[in-house]
Each structure stands twice: as structure tokens, then as C-alpha cells.
């Protein structure tokens, strides 16, 4: 009697286990199906670009035309006379400018992005509220980046209204020249344009605390700042990763900000791209484009390997 009910019971988990893929493999091509309008916009709008950048970048140029015909000269023009340590060359010493545009941007935006996330997401109790100022923050990009760099330069100009305000207060003599068309200029500009892009993946992150968490560590005597070190900005890191993702690969490409603010007399990466494109050399404009893809993904992966995106989100 058990014999012959035994077989019986080992087949029941198989019959459901096919019962339950069934529906799974049913399900599986539609879901290919919903995926393949971004799937195509993916490949249109970034891989095609993308790879023809690539091709590109192997062909040669002259003054007239541009050979499709393969090449690596363009990349050693890239990389000319960077062996030297002692005397960086010149894509080195523009790397190192931009990377330091970088570190002052992701150290000011962090700081200003942080305590307003904190506030949105701690102190503002209604969601009306937290939707008002979330849509303040987004009215300077109603008006274009080039509008938003050029309201700076009444005010930090050498006539301008921080110099005359100085001036009429006493408290330099003669104007500041460095307020305007400097590396203080440029990072300003930076830090207008881009600090939203920090709050808003912070402020998900904090909106997503569970705030049984705050109070354990209230009622365990922790202090607000052994709080805020210790529960709030350890469950804030994705939103942090991710705002500094944002700030990184806007300012390492961005040209426009340091040719307006720096007066056209500082060198980023993305401006170097943008005068080698103006002068037709696309070939060589294309190469330093495909090296500072490398270098910004290089960074983005750094970032993943110090924190898990895809486990923390």
C-alpha cells in the first residue's frame, strides 16, 4: 500500500513545478515584447553613437578631409610626452584641472544637497509641501545654462554688485579680480547648475528610511548626531553614490561652464573635445571623447566597487 502511494506523492511537486513554468514561459516573450521600444531607443540614441565615436576615432585627418582608413595616431597625440612624470603632459595636466573641478563640486554639492534633503525629508511633514519646494528647486532650469553662468557676471564682475557692495562697506579697498573668469567662478557656476542632481537621489534614499530605525536609536541613547553618523547617512550611501554618479560625469563633460565663466582661459577635457570639433578634427576630438568615456566609467566603477547599487537600491 505505501509502495504504491509513494510514487504517487513524489509526482504531485513535479506536475505543479510544470504547471507553475508554464504560465512563466507564456509571460516570458511579452515581457521581451514590453522591453523593446526602450530596448531600441537604447540601441539608436547610445550603442550606434557610441560605436561610430569608436570607428571614428581609428581614421586619419588632414587639414581638407577625414580617410577612413585605420589609424592610432590619434590616440598617441592623446597621450604625447605622458611617460614623464616630472612634466605632465598636456592631457594630464587637463585631466587634473577637470578632476579638481570635480572634487569642489562633489564637496559643495554634497554638503548644501545633504542638510536640504535632510530637511525636506525629516522636518517637512507634508507631501505638498515637500512637492513646493521640490518644484523651487527646479525653477532655475525653466532658463537655459548659458542664462543661469551669465546672471553671475553682474554680480562678480569688477564693477559688479558683491565688488561695489565690498567697496561701499569698507571692507577692500580695490576690487577683487578673481571673482570672475577664475577657477572660483567656474566651481560657483558648478555648484548653481548641479546640486539638485545631489538632493533628489538623497532625498529618496532618506524618504525611504523606515523610521523605526531613528527612534531604536533614540530610545538605545544615541545622540542626533550619533544618529545622523550612524543609521541616517550609512542608509543614505545609494542616494549619495548616485548623486555623485550624476555630478561626475555632468562636470567632467561640460564645456560650456568653463568657457563662460573661466573666460575662455581655463582647459577641462570636455572643452578641449569642443574646440578640436570646432576646428574639424573630428577624428582626434573623437579619440579624447572615447578616453574620457574610459576615465568616467573607471570612476563610476570605483563607485560600485565601494558601495552595491544593485543590493543597497
Not at 1 to 17: G, T, Y
Not at 95 to 114: D, P, R, W
Not at 141 to 170: A, C, E, K
Not at 244 to 254: A, K, P, S
Amino acid at each position: 500500500m505505501s509502495d504504491v502511494a509513494l510514487p504517487a506523492l513524489a509526482d504531485v511537486p513535479a506536475n505543479s513545478v510544470r504547471a507553475e513554468a508554464a504560465p512563466a514561459r507564456r509571460r516570458r516573450p511579452l515581457a521581451y515584447l514590453q522591453a523593446a521600444p526602450m530596448a531600441l531607443v537604447f540601441l539608436v540614441f547610445l550603442a550606434i553613437p557610441l560605436l561610430l565615436t569608436l570607428m571614428v576615432s581609428f581614421w586619419e585627418y588632414n587639414e581638407y578631409e577625414i580617410i577612413p582608413a585605420f589609424t592610432l595616431q590619434n590616440y598617441r597625440d592623446v597621450f604625447e610626452g605622458c611617460g614623464n612624470l616630472a612634466d605632465p603632459c598636456t592631457t594630464a595636466r587637463t585631466y587634473l584641472s577637470t578632476l579638481k573641478f570635480c572634487a569642489l563640486t562633489l564637496a559643495f554639492t554634497l554638503l548644501i544637497g545633504f542638510p536640504v534633503a535632510y530637511f525636506l525629508a525629516f522636518h517637512v511633514r507634508s507631501r505638498t509641501v515637500q512637492m513646493g519646494l521640490f518644484l523651487l528647486c527646479t525653477i532655475p532650469f525653466w532658463t537655459s545654462n548659458v542664462i543661469r553662468m551669465i546672471s553671475w557676471v553682474p554680480l562678480l564682475g569688477r564693477n559688479g554688485l558683491v565688488n561695489d557692495t565690498l567697496q561701499g562697506m569698507g571692507v577692500i579697498g580695490s576690487p577683487i579680480e578673481g571673482l570672475l573668469y577664475s577657477d572660483f567662478s567656474v566651481t560657483l557656476a558648478f555648484v548653481h547648475l548641479y546640486t539638485v542632481f545631489m538632493i533628489v537621489p538623497i532625498f529618496n534614499s532618506m524618504a525611504r528610511i523606515d523610521r523605526s530605525l531613528i527612534e531604536a536609536a533614540y530610545d538605545a541613547g544615541a545622540t542626533g548626531w550619533q544618529t545622523l553618523w550612524s543609521v541616517i547617512v550609512p542608509l543614505c550611501k545609494p542616494g549619495i553614490a548616485i548623486g555623485t554618479i550624476f555630478v561626475l560625469t555632468l562636470v567632467m563633460g561640460d564645456f560650456v561652464t568653463v568657457g563662460v565663466m573661466g573666460g575662455q582661459q581655463i582647459a577641462s577635457v570636455g572643452k578641449v573635445i569642443q574646440v578640436q570639433m570646432s576646428y574639424l578634427q573630428f577624428p582626434a576630438a573623437a579619440a579624447n571623447a572615447v578616453v574620457l568615456l574610459a576615465a568616467v566609467l573607471m570612476m563610476i566603477l570605483g563607485l560600485t566597487r565601494v558601495i552595491d547599487l544593485r543590493r543597497e537600491l
